[in-house]
């Protein structure tokens, strides 16, 4: 298992940057894939963003252009630096890690999350 930590999220207005950090319990070189999930008020969870490697990533066409997720292996630190805000961006932003074996997953862990609101 890994904890996973969330910050960086707040209010902003449309237009404007926020950049959120998910601070890992272990060293996420170890970790199959981690990446940026959203959840808005009545919409079911959504991926944004995904780190597969140091050289390939995964993003939702609503974000791509405007979002960049990247990790730091020496901090155990993903981010997701977000250009451009819309209100329809308005969400709260969970990090996410899987770890997969030979056998299956070995886990699915969640952070707590953050709230990101966009003003109009």
């Known amino acids: 298992q890994v904890q996973l930590v969330e910050s960086g999220g707040g209010l902003v207005q449309a237009g404007g940057s926020l950049r959120l950090s998910c601070a890992a319990s272990t060293s996420i070189s170890t970790i199959s894939l981690m990446g940026w999930y959203r959840q808005a008020p009545g919409k079911q969870r959504e991926l944004v963003a995904q780190?597969?490697?140091?050289?390939?990533?995964n993003y939702a066409d609503s974000v791509k252009g405007r979002f960049t997720i990247s990790g730091d292996n020496a901090k155990n630190t993903v981010y997701l630096q977000m250009n451009s805000l819309k209100p329809d961006d308005t969400a709260v932003y969970y990090c996410?890690?899987?770890?997969?074996?030979?056998?299956?997953?070995?886990?699915?862990?969640w952070g707590q999350g953050t709230q990101v609101t966009v003003s109009s």
């Open positions: 780190l597969v490697s140091a050289t390939t990533t």
């Open positions: 996410n890690a899987r770890k997969f074996s030979r056998g299956g997953l070995v886990y699915d862990n």
